[in-house]
């Protein structure tokens, strides 16, 4: 699962401890789905893949809060937001709308339109937005995005503290990149850092459409020794994975508050990522990892390669990665966070229909 799905679940599952009724309705056929049930969650199977249907989800949307009356819908991601600003008014429920991350300014210009106009709509037809970092909220005021009536709250994603399973492992690979194969993680960069840091030895976990293209590539450099492929793996395995390596690769072009770096923070991982806003709140810069210019494979490889040989150096940032984890991407955090704004917009909503009633 990608890093906005599993944040739906974590807090799906964390919330019914604050005593918090919650069902999901989701993409019908996915991991989510599976997951979420053999947790004891109710879901309900809807088809987000068309967001040229969204008026059509909407009505299924629709049909499912009529059964269910919840006192809350909280849509995560533009795909769910636009038929969750379909609906009618007056329907019932308030609407909470996650952003996670803004991403219409990588868009050719006609799709770079209407993708932004849609996240307008979105947060337009909220009654509180949640954006997962402070330069995702900045973007949304500069740009005009903040409705009047429509309250913003700034809760950064969280995972669990990873518990002990014995003694720590030591690493048997420097780099660990983790997350689908695909063009926003820009993986194709992964096999020329490595062509110009002979010495690093890289594990890969997880897979996607450029995952092909990856191996034949390793292969045109003659660099399968130095790259090990684990393919996809359930989200435990995969984090036990990260645990091989002594530090984290993110070449990605675009993000959000990715849920794969806070992760690795916590099992005190330093991170060497593409230096992008989102990034800028979770790596300090020679503290907990590295920040890079976009695509410059010489610069991360350099600082790969420094992490690889200054072990000392790696010691201190592993423990420094750990602490600002637990400090601002602690799951409890935001968990509790998330149950205090529902408590808010139900009272706001009970005060509403009171001052209607007087």
Excluded at 95 to 112: D, L, M, Q
Excluded at 165 to 193: S, Y
Excluded at 248 to 269: C, R, T
Aim: contains cysteine; glycine residues 8%.
């Amino acid at each position: 699962m990608g890093g906005g799905t599993t944040a739906v679940l974590q807090l799906a599952s964390g919330l019914r401890h604050h005593s918090v009724s919650v069902s999901i309705a989701t993409q019908q056929g996915t991991e989510l789905v599976s997951t979420a049930r053999s947790l004891g969650i109710v879901v309900h199977e809807l088809d987000f893949s068309r967001r040229a249907a969204s008026l059509f989800t909407s009505r299924k949307v629709q049909a499912v809060i009529r059964a269910t009356k919840p006192s809350i819908v909280h849509a995560h991601g533009a795909r769910a937001g636009l038929p969750c600003a379909l609906l009618p008014r007056g329907l019932g429920p308030a609407i909470a709308y996650t952003v996670h991350g803004f991403h219409y300014g990588n868009k050719a210009i006609g799709v770079r339109t209407f993708a932004r106009w849609s996240e307008w709509l979105c947060i337009a037809a909220a009654q509180a937005v949640v954006f997962v970092s402070q330069s995702d909220a900045a973007l949304a005021s500069k740009d005009g995005l903040l409705g009047g009536t429509t309250t913003s709250h700034v809760i950064y994603n969280g995972a669990a503290q990873p518990g002990a399973e014995g003694p720590p492992r030591a690493p048997d690979h420097d780099v660990a990149f983790i997350g689908r194969l695909h063009h926003q993680k820009n993986p194709l960069l992964l096999a020329e850092i490595a062509r110009l840091a002979p010495a690093l030895r890289f594990l890969i976990v997880g897979d996607g459409e450029l995952g092909p293209a990856l191996r034949q590539r390793v292969r045109e450099l003659s660099l399968q020794d130095r790259f090990t492929f684990l393919g996809s793996l359930p989200h435990a395995d995969a984090l036990r994975a990260l645990t091989r390596a002594r530090c984290m690769v993110l070449p990605s072009l675009w993000e959000g508050l990715p849920m794969a770096v806070i992760e690795a923070m916590h099992l005190g991982l330093p991170v060497v990522a593409t230096d992008m806003p989102g990034l800028r709140e979770m790596v300090v810069e020679n503290v907990t990892g590295h920040l890079v210019p976009s695509g410059n494979a010489a610069l991360f490889a350099k600082r790969l390669s420094g992490l690889a040989a200054d072990r000392a150096r790696s010691s201190a940032m592993h423990a420094a990665a750990r602490s600002r984890a637990a400090e601002l991407f602690s799951l409890e955090q935001q968990i509790g966070r998330h149950a205090a704004l529902y408590r808010g917009m139900v009272a706001a909503a009970r005060s509403r229909i009171a001052e209607l009633a007087a």
